[in-house]
């Protein structure tokens, strides 16, 4: 196949899949906006549950990423048993992985007083986490459902859902948080009862899709806790929790940067979030590219069509840098102008364009690591680009971050210099990676 044609494959399943992350990030946003006019009190206890939720939910993303290119390969190689067998398998080791994050997440409501947080902010935020780890389970059960589709190249349903959900979801908060409609006032609470609804309502919606709708009928699999196989739940695991892990290192080594920003004060941290945030935005389409790399190379690879194994996975890497050059030059034209639409103060806007700058560089980083480590995961390796990411952030980065940024005083933009660092060295050494796997196959 082509390498044109392999770029217009790609596209066509990462359009979908970048539009559904984009209807998952949308309730977070719609749960900020409307969380926002309850106080103060009850958007920080937000913030703080939402950024410790999502440490420990790409944990269980990842177990449930192993879904897609097991699925992948064996509907490349035309084995329609195989693809219900890892699924049914996917199943009953993710359901058992939910509780177990469930478990885990409730442990910590018992923690947050210990993390000197405002006592009406740790009261609200206990209440709120608990409430959402209800939720896990049924999100699990989507994303198990979610990345069977993928694997089978079947992307649409789950954007349909993700966008969807978003109506669902602003009608539940309106309920619940503000009390209409005869039901009380519930606040806060109000919005984790929505988010928990909104979850049991995308699990549902997906499995009506996959056993009434789905036009591939004899793909759709069947449920039973006593027909399991020890070698896929084995093979599920290995390739899960090492994608669990690799994106887990890469939030945390943020989650931390945002914290010795911090240090420097409320300027510097403002700076630090709006320069994130722009940086943010084209990643959901990274995320697509990704998912379509793992999606691809994994269908070459059960079909056995070596060749295009490698062409797969060069072209996913080549659309990302592309799509991330294009971003990167937009920011540096427009540094200046961008950090004025969130807010006015010259100090803020100021060190703002300074790390926008930084952010366009490694934008091209950013986006051939994720979908390097994408297409990596298409050929079920894992555990290798598990340990470049732990390396080049934490044993490199970080401490490159804390030593420009606190030991000889550059602040933000010591912080930011080091992350930059970490970044091209997983997207290098990926690619590498990815390189030496697949020279044989030309």
Not at 29 to 34: F, Q
Not at 91 to 118: C, E, H, K, R
């Amino acid at each position: 196949m082509k390498i044109s044609l392999h770029i217009k494959e790609t596209v066509k399943l990462a359009l979908p899949i970048s539009i559904g992350q984009l209807g998952h990030i949308m309730m977070g946003v719609v749960d900020s906006l409307m969380v926002g006019k309850l106080g103060p009190a009850s958007l920080a206890a937000a913030s703080l549950v939402n950024g410790i939720f999502f440490l420990i939910m790409v944990l269980g993303l990842g177990m449930t990423m192993a879904i897609t290119p097991l699925v992948a390969i064996a509907d490349g190689a035309d084995k329609p048993d195989d693809v219900k067998s890892i699924f049914n398998n996917g199943f009953i080791v993710n359901l058992i992985y939910a509780f177990m994050l469930s478990g885990i997440t409730f442990a910590v409501t018992y923690l947050l007083p210990f993390l000197n947080q405002p006592k009406d902010v740790t009261y609200l935020a206990t209440s709120y986490l608990r409430i959402q780890v209800i939720s896990i389970a049924p999100f699990m059960v989507f994303q198990i459902a979610r990345q069977y589709l993928d694997g089978l190249s079947l992307v649409k349903p789950s954007m349909y859902i993700a966008v969807f959900v978003n109506f669902i979801h602003i009608f539940l908060n309106w309920v619940f948080i503000y009390g209409k409609l005869g039901v009380p006032q519930l606040g806060l609470d109000g919005a984790g009862i929505a988010t928990t609804g909104s979850r049991f309502f995308m699990a549902g919606a997906i499995f009506v899709y996959l056993y009434k709708f789905n036009k591939n009928k004899h793909l759709a699999p069947s449920i039973s806790f006593i027909k399991y196989d020890v070698k896929i739940i084995k093979k599920i695991i290995e390739i899960g929790i090492p994608s669990g892990f690799q994106y887990f290192m890469e939030v945390a080594a943020f989650t931390f940067s945002a914290v010795m920003i911090g240090w420097f004060g409320s300027v510097s941290l403002a700076a630090h979030q709006i320069a994130l945030n722009l940086a943010s935005l084209t990643y959901m389409v990274i995320l697509g590219i990704s998912s379509a790399g793992t999606i691809r190379v994994g269908n070459c690879l059960g079909a056995g069509e070596l060749k295009d194994v490698r062409r797969a996975g060069f072209s996913a890497i080549g659309l990302a840098g592309s799509i991330m050059l294009g971003s990167s030059l937009i920011l540096i034209s427009a540094n200046k102008i961008l950090p004025s639409f969130y807010i006015s103060d010259p100090g803020v806007i100021e060190l703002a364009s300074k790390l926008i700058i930084i952010a366009a560089l490694f934008q091209l980083a950013d986006g051939i690591q994720a979908t390097s480590v994408g297409v990596l995961r298409g050929l079920t390796d894992v555990k290798v680009p598990l340990a470049i990411i732990f390396s080049s952030y934490w044993l490199i980065a970080i401490p490159i971050s804390f030593w420009l940024g606190v030991h000889l005083n550059w602040g933000a933009v010591g912080i930011w210099t080091g992350l930059s660092i970490g970044l091209f060295l997983v997207a290098i050494l990926c690619v590498l990676r990815f390189y030496i796997k697949t020279r044989g196959h030309k």
